[in-house]
Every structure is written in C-alpha cells, then in structure tokens.
C-alpha cells in the first residue's frame, strides 16, 4: 500500500492558542516547532516507509521549513481549518497515485513507528477508515483514508464522533486504533503537564524544551 500523510498546520501566529495561559506566543511558536521535529523524525523511520509527507499551511516559516524536514509543502492562502487542508492533501495524494491518506495533526510528540506501522496494517483494505480519537474521545487525531477519498471530513467539534457516524452511514470498514501515544496531543496546559510528568518522550526535541519551561 502506497501510504502518504497529511499534517496540516495553523500559522505559528495562531498556534497553541488554548495554552496562552502558560506559555507566550514566543514560546508557543518554539513549542509547535519542537512537536513538529519530532514528528518528522518518527515518520522518517516509519517501517514500511510512507511514501510523501505533504505539510499543508499559509505559513510562510513552515513551508520554507517543510524541505527541511523531508515533507512537501501545500501552500494554502488562509488558515481555513483542517477541512480544507485535508482537501487539498487528498488532491494531491491522487496526483502521486497514493492508495491511502494517513491524516495527522502536528502536535504529536509521543507518536512512534511501531504506531504508524499499525496503523498502516489496519487500514490495507479498500474502502476502510482508521481512526484513533484524543484523549478526551472528542477530537480525532489519526484518520486513515483508503482510498484518500474515502469521505470527507469532519474536522470541527466531536470529530471523532462525527467521523465514526459518517464512515458508518456509508458501510466502510471501521477500525479504531488506541494507543496514548497518537491520544495525547498538546491542546491544553493540563495536556503538556501530563506529558512532562510521562517522562515518556525525554528524547524528544518537545520534552528537553518543555522541561525547561519548568511547567511541573
């Protein structure tokens, strides 16, 4: 199976809004950016190999950083959300004749090959859908498509609901994959607590700068 992934991305402007509480935009920025690394460390090691990374965005220091980081950048002109990022992902995965679009946001610091891996072997079927839900069953925060245009999207509130009820209402085969390492995303400052205090990704670009923060 020919496997390509999506992370689609707000500007760093509007990134990690909800944890403004705790961090400044400064650090918001340096935060989204540490997760981002990472991620693209894992996919590189990815085994089977995902074919392309497209990272969709209308920021300008993210797409130059795209190339950086082994992934193909999809300008958008405006942060429209992750509907329209995933459209734009979709359209070019059928260009590169891509059999499946795994979808993942870029706040995904605990994201390992062996999950990628997985998540690849359940959704080798056609006309399937794998998706793995936040940590608070509301967001979606892994979705594989196959074919990439399997449905669309419902990348808004109760995701992961909305998602389930669509892929069900058409008859797709349906896998739900849960592991805490694709749950636990950054969203929130309790999010970022919990993840320092897993100690689980010290290697990881996002936790030596976290823990500097002094957060717990």
Known sequence: MKLHVLIPMK???????????????????????????????????????????????????????????G?????????????????LGVKRCLEERGDAL?????????????????LAELGQA???????????F??????????????????DRDSFKNHLASALSRSLTVKVYLSLRVM???DLPEDLQHFLRLKAGLNTETYRFAAGLRLV
């Not at 942060?79 to 990022?85: E, H, K, P, R, Y």
Request: charged content about 25%; some cysteine; glycine content about 4%.
């Open 71 to 87: 992934m193909e950048p999809l300008r958008e002109n405006a942060d429209l959300g992750v509907n329209s990022a995933v459209s």
């Open 102 to 118: 795994l979808v993942l946001p870029g706040d995904l610091p605990l994201l390992s090959p062996g999950d990628l891996q997985v």
């Open 126 to 136: 056609e006309n399937s859908l794998v998706i793995t839900p936040s940590l608070r």
């Open 11 to 69: 500007s760093l402007k509007a990134s990690k809004s909800r944890l403004a509480s705790i961090l400044n935009l400064e650090e918001r920025k340096k935060l989204t950016l540490c997760m981002l690394q990472d991620m693209a460390e894992t996919l590189r090691k990815a085994k089977p190999p995902v074919s392309k990374i497209f990272l969709a965005t209308s920021d300008l220091k993210l797409l130059d950083l795209a190339e950086t980081l």
């Open 184 to 186: 636990l995303d950054l």
């Open 138 to 155: 509301d967001g979606t925060n892994a979705l594989l498509l196959h074919p990439p245009n399997l449905m669309e999207t419902s990348y």
